[in-house]
């Protein structure tokens, strides 16, 4: 049985213990609202990494062999623990990681949501039972073998820690795998916290380890090592690059959740409440920093003016501040950006596209606020006349900043829709089958929404195409990257 998950949050967890860095040496993690250093935790290296490496090794022999229903009885259980402290956990989260309080809280909702998902499918697992040929031999017949591939790497970005960490240890778990959780390094504490619960509720020690530390020295022996089977990540596009460039020649079942730059399509017909609010939820939720986010908005020329005015009206609304606290009503709280870098990136993509003859017509500047003057803030922005060759278009926008173009109709909405290296998700709000269906089949990407922007769900397998990834998270289908499939026939029955 795993140590109780009470010691100090500044360690990180190996084989059922609360331990230091070997090195002895350890990493800030820094608030995004005023820089104030929030904890510390060990800067785990190589070493620690393997360390864990072998925990996992030396688990999965067990782990394997106990029944799913108790292997779902675990994970539930670790549910329950976590779900007792979600209000102190969204506490972390927001400081961590610089989202509001309540959009936090949402966070560990949904990884609550996607465990009690993944508990509930362990013992819905099945292979198949296969008729075979007369001539393989009288009654003889094939079997379709599910077996869990051994150890993983679950390596998670900062911007969603907790349920990106979720869709990789729910599906591994519940298979038999044994996991090493590598969180993003400015955002361990809320990963750290939930895995010591889910050990705290019985895990069997080395199941499910979190090493803390650089990508470069932890994440690369995860890629390296051949012990790991599996390596699930969640990032950058170019970091997807070297995982695939470290971890390939190995052979490891690789998935890749990478960048995106989704388009959302609004036609005369569409629902414009709806379609305002779904804008508003899909760029500027978490500060634009999500994965799946509207980056790029194209409004059909005849609701094009009315749209708009809706939505700057409703930028208008955000009030940038601590994301600790709430702003009277109807101001909407908005955070920092997570890093300075990220605002840098930003501010340099918009001059970008302004040197090209964009118009700002909302925010997209820094503000004069002293109390902000710490912290990575920055005002959301709308952005019209923008070039489609301008980095705004054609890059990776990860913060709050929308180009809104006015398109003559569907064709023309879907061309300049294909015209990106990413293919993550995208949607179209109208009331016309024949239009929607023709986004669904035309556009290039992983989903397509219909009058929707929800990115709550677990239920249905998600995954990128183009430069957006490989493989798929979420859904039953989740589960096949963590399990072998093996033939057998069993032949000679009289
Ligand atoms: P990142 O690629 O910088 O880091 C992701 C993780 O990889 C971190 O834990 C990091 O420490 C680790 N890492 C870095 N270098 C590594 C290496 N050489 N070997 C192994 N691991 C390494 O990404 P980020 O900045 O944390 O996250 C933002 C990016 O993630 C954005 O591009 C965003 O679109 C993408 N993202 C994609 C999805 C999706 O589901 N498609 C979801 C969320 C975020």
């Known amino acids: 049985m795993a140590e109780v998950a009470s010691a100090s949050m500044t360690k990180m967890y190996v084989k059922g213990q609360w331990v230091e860095a070997q090195s002895g040496e350890t990493q800030e993690v820094r ?3 005023d820089g104030s250093v929030v904890d510390t935790v060990p800067r785990g290296s190589r070493d620690d990494a393997r360390a864990a490496i072998r925990a996992a090794e030396d688990a999965f022999p067990e782990w394997a062999d106990t029944a799913a229903d108790e292997r779902a009885r675990l994970i539930l259980a670790g549910v329950e623990k976590v779900k007792e402290k979600q209000k102190d956990l969204a506490k972390v989260l927001s400081a961590e990681q610089g989202k509001p309080v309540f ?4 966070e560990i909702h949904h990884f609550l949501h996607g465990m009690t998902f993944y508990a509930g499918l362990a013992s819905k697992i099945r292979g198949a039972q296969v008729p075979l040929p007369p001539d393989m031999g009288k009654h003889s017949y094939g079997l379709v073998l599910k077996r869990p591939v051994g150890v993983c790497g679950a390596i998670v970005p900062w911007n969603f820690p907790i349920t990106l960490m979720g869709t990789k240890i729910g599906p591994a778990l519940i298979a038999g795998n044994t996991v090493i959780v590598k969180p993003a390094s400015s955002t361990p504490l809320t990963s750290l916290q939930i895995i010591g619960l889910l050990n705290e509720a019985g895990l069997p020690a080395g ?3 979190c090493v803390t530390g650089p990508g470069r020295e932890v994440g690369e022996e995860l890629l390296e090592n051949p012990v790991v089977r599996r390596i699930a990540f969640t990032g950058e596009s170019g970091t997807g690059r070297r995982v695939m460039e470290v971890a390939g020649p190995q052979f490891k079942r690789i998935t890749l959740e990478l960048g995106g730059s989704d388009p959302m399509i609004v036609m ?12 508003m939820i899909g760029r500027f939720w978490n500060c634009g920093q999500a994965c799946l986010a509207v980056k790029r908005l194209y409004l059909h020329e005849e609701i094009h003016d009315e749209f708009l005015e809706a939505l700057l009206k409703k930028v208008g609304s955000y009030e940038l501040g ?11 709280r908005m955070g920092p950006l997570h890093t300075a870098e990220q605002r840098e990136e930003i501010e340099s993509q918009l001059a970008d596209a302004t040197s090209k003859g964009a118009e700002v017509l909302i925010g997209g500047s820094r503000p004069d606020d002293p109390a902000l003057g710490s912290g990575h803030y920055f005002h959301p922005a709308v952005v019209a006349n923008v070039s489609h060759h301008s980095r705004l278009v054609q890059e990776e926008v990860f913060g709050p900043v929308l180009p809104v173009f006015k ?14 290296q990413y293919g993550l998700g995208s949607s179209i709000w109208t009331q016309n089958l024949t239009w929607s269906n023709q986004a669904i089949r035309e556009i290039q990407a992983g989903v397509t929404w219909v009058n929707q922007i929800h990115y ?3 239920e249905l397998p998600f995954g990128g195409v183009k430069a957006s990834g490989i493989g798929h998270e979420h859904g039953p289908e989740a589960v096949d990257y963590y399990q072998e499939t093996k033939g057998a026939v069993i032949g000679g029955l009289a």
């Open 456 to 458: 709550g769900y677990d």
């Open 268 to 279: 005369p017909d569409a629902d414009l409440r709806k379609a305002v609010s779904g804008a």
């Open 103 to 106: 959009e936090a809280m949402g």
């Open 31 to 33: 608030s995004p609202h």
């Open 407 to 420: 398109v003559k109709d569907l064709d023309e909405a879907i061309v300049l829709a294909n015209d990106n």
């Open 322 to 332: 601590d994301p600790a606290t709430r702003p009277e009503k109807p101001f909407v």
């Open 207 to 209: 199941v499910l380890n």
